[in-house]
């Protein structure tokens, strides 16, 4: 089953998606909160790995791989981002047969609409 | 609670210098009513247009009939969205609310099937999936749109594709609730209620909508607009 705070996707029929969730103990914590305590995590799990501070030692070809970590991170991200909104620009669809209809459905909305006395 | 079998469907329309569209609108909706057999009513909310739209809101409650066509005004300085919901929502008898711009009404009976199929407490419009789309939009208008779509799914991951929500179908204990908790003004309070309701736990469907240009009058798509955006976002990023 899902944890405290899972997103339950529903099963997907006819091209509609649905969400719903249960257990939401974030909440009350806002998005920009979650980013920041997350960061938090992030950057001090690295910080104590990385950057050695006394006491706490790994071998040395660790450190140099983890220190430039959080770049690479950045960067990957600006690829998946690039990529995902060209993939979606792509793809997004142009309703030819729905703006097509669409005129049909205002031509026989005056012609109507005159008959039954609106004066436009 | 509404009888067996016995849902209405009450429409919220703020209007504001939509005299060429209105009738359009409405002649829509109440043909796509009339044909799924359910019971409706619509309610114009207009904001002192001076291009006479309140007249022929008039004309159309005439030509209707005043128990399914309510046409109210209300005078604001600014046209806030939740001025003219609060507004409507108090002429409102049904136990769904449709939420629309009234310069869009596709489809509108996909939303009624959707509700049935899966119980949903609100039921969203999306562009972006599915079959859903755009018509006469170009290049850049898309990627502007996909663009900011992305941002606002990677710092809200609200659970629904696509928030600018310009039909949306709410119950109607749903919508008083997060109106009650809503606070921004203009089309980022729509974006507002969607991530509120995920929040609250409400359930939320979406049906594909195809997004076919204002017929009459322009759309506007331009720096200010996306400034906007961004502060709106920003906003919602920081207090939800």
Known sequence: QSGPGAVRFGSVRSGSLRFSRRFTPQADMTKL???LCG?????SAWAALALAPPGLQLPAP???ALLPLPIYLLVAFGCYSLATVGYRLA???DCQEAAAELQEHISAARTDLRRRGLRF | MAARGADKFSV????????ENLPLVVWLLARTFEESGNNFEIIIIDDGSPDGTQEIAEQLEKIYGSDKIVSCEIISVLLSSGTAYIHGMKHATGNFIVIMDADLSHHVSRYFIKQKEGNFDIVSGTRYKGNGGVYGWDLKRKLISRGANFLTQVLLRPGASD??????LYRKEVLQKLMDKCVSKGYVFQMEMIVRARQLGFT????????????YGESKLGGNEIVSFLK????????T
């Open chain 1, 33 to 35: 909160g979650q980013w």
């Open chain 1, 39 to 43: 960061l938090a995590l992030l950057g």
């Open chain 1, 62 to 64: 660790f450190r140099q």
């Open chain 1, 91 to 93: 793809t997004f669809n």
């Open chain 2, 12 to 19: 919220l329309l703020p209007t504001y210098n939509e005299r």
């Open chain 2, 163 to 168: 928030l600018t929500g310009s039909f949306r």
């Open chain 2, 204 to 215: 939320i469907g979406e049906v594909p909508i195809s997004f076919v240009d204002r017929v």
């Open chain 2, 232 to 239: 709106g976002l920003l906003t919602l990023f920081a207090t």
